[in-house]
């Protein structure tokens, strides 16, 4: 019984989306798109995408943490390629 308490408590942990379906479905696109072009170096996309996601679900710190890091890399990275 224990156990099975435990494994239900992860499940729910686990799926960010439990009983909001729609912004879910949503919020996994843009993270989607985000580590897309974070795969690519575009971060300025990637940090569009984490603003969009931060307004669905302002209260989950990573998506700020990821948000801040996109940013920061987009100026680095826009800087040293002498756009910035």
Known sequence: ???NLQLLLL??????GFGQ?????TLDS???TAQKAQAVND???AANAYKQAVRLQPNMAE????LGL?????YS?????GEG
């Open 43 to 45: 971060y300025a996309t």
């Open 21 to 25: 379906q729609q912004p879910a479905a």
């Open 70 to 74: 996109m940013e920061q890399e987009s």
């Open 63 to 66: 998506l700020w943490a990821n």
């Open 1 to 3: 019984m224990k156990y």
């Open 30 to 32: 843009l993270l989607e």
């Open 11 to 16: 499940l729910l942990l686990a799926n960010s």
């Open 77 to 81: 990275f826009s800087f040293k390629s």
